[in-house]
């Protein structure tokens, strides 16, 4: 399998060094699925109006892929100087598309359909690993859960662990269980340290795992195991478990 890059932007921006991040993912596609006989077609595009002028979805060839990732011009200008914003703009369109080129191709691009679900894992694994996949919305929710744990807000933590696999009343027993110090928020730094780990099989799922950070101690021995759903626009989580150091 090879990937191609293709590029279109205003005069004033650029995604050169975008593009030779997402440059390796060709070589790691091209070592697992060397007998893919298709072309992953990637436009990075920043536009005044893309809804009208995005491009049709409709390969060029039976081998093609096409994957348009336009971002509007009014959102890129103000991160124009700020290389991390731009990744995270573009992130945030970037694996949706993609996954919406591979269905396109089911059953009709035959050396597609025997591994279309492990491309997409191994697409979905890299991106993770090199912070090109859109986590903004979820690290929000786990930093104000693990704020509501912090304040011992019953109320707000039950309404954010929206998949419900573990209550308020069963995680505060375990931390008292184990003697742990109160609860501190999540600085920003915690997220710099957090692991992503994609759920093969099970489509827009992942688990979190982010370190706990304790009052007047800083970051602690243990970390918060985070379940991980989108469904529509919306993530829905859930506080698993607990990883002691």
């Given at each position: 399998?090879?990937?191609?890059?293709?590029?279109?932007?205003?005069?004033?921006?650029?995604?050169?060094?975008?593009?030779?991040?997402?440059?390796?993912?060709?070589?790691?596609?091209?070592?697992?699925?060397?007998?893919?006989?298709?072309?992953?077609?990637?436009?990075?595009?920043?536009?005044?109006?893309?809804?009208?002028?995005?491009?049709?979805?409709?390969?060029?060839?039976?081998?093609?892929?096409?994957?348009?990732?336009?971002?509007?011009?009014?959102?890129?200008?103000?991160?124009?100087?700020?290389?991390?914003?731009?990744?995270?703009?573009?992130?945030?369109?970037?694996?949706?598309?993609?996954?919406?080129?591979?269905?396109?191709?089911?059953?009709?691009?035959?050396?597609?359909?025997?591994?279309?679900?492990?491309?997409?894992?191994?697409?979905?694994?890299?991106?993770?690993d090199n912070a090109w996949l859109d986590l903004v919305e979820v690290q929000e929710k786990i930093r104000r859960m693990v704020d509501c744990l912090a304040r011992e807000d019953a109320r707000g933590f039950t309404e954010l662990n929206r998949l419900g696999r573990a209550s308020y009343e069963g995680v505060?027993?375990?931390?008292?269980?184990?003697?742990?110090?109160?609860?501190?928020?999540?600085?920003?730094?915690?997220?710099?340290?957090?692991?992503?780990?994609?759920?093969?099989?099970?489509?827009?799922?992942?688990?979190?795992?982010?370190?706990?950070?304790?009052?007047?101690?800083?970051?602690?021995?243990?970390?918060?195991?985070?379940?991980?759903?989108?469904?529509?626009?919306?993530?829905?989580?859930?506080?698993?478990?607990?990883?002691?150091?």
């Open positions: 399998m090879k990937l191609e890059l293709r590029l279109e932007y205003p005069h004033w921006a650029s995604l050169d060094e975008l593009a030779e991040e997402l440059a390796p993912l060709s070589v790691l596609l091209g070592g697992i699925f060397p007998d893919l006989a298709c072309t992953l077609r990637v436009f990075l595009r920043c536009l005044p109006e893309p809804p009208s002028s995005r491009l049709s979805p409709v390969p060029v060839g039976d081998d093609m892929l096409i994957v348009d990732v336009t971002v509007p011009e009014q959102e890129l200008l103000p991160l124009r100087h700020d290389l991390d914003a731009q990744r995270s703009l573009f992130a945030r369109f970037l694996f949706p598309a993609l996954a919406d080129a591979v269905d396109l191709r089911r059953g009709t691009m035959p050396c597609l359909n025997a591994v279309a679900d492990e491309l997409l894992w191994t697409i979905k694994d890299w991106c993770a505060t027993a375990v931390l008292a269980e184990h003697k742990q110090p109160p609860l501190a928020p999540l600085p920003a730094e915690a997220f710099l340290h957090s692991r992503v780990y994609v759920v093969r099989g099970i489509r827009d799922t992942l688990d979190m795992v982010v370190p706990a950070w304790v009052r007047e101690q800083g970051q602690s021995g243990y970390s918060f195991i985070f379940s991980c759903r989108r469904e529509g626009k919306d993530w829905l989580l859930s506080l698993d478990d607990f990883l002691l150091l």
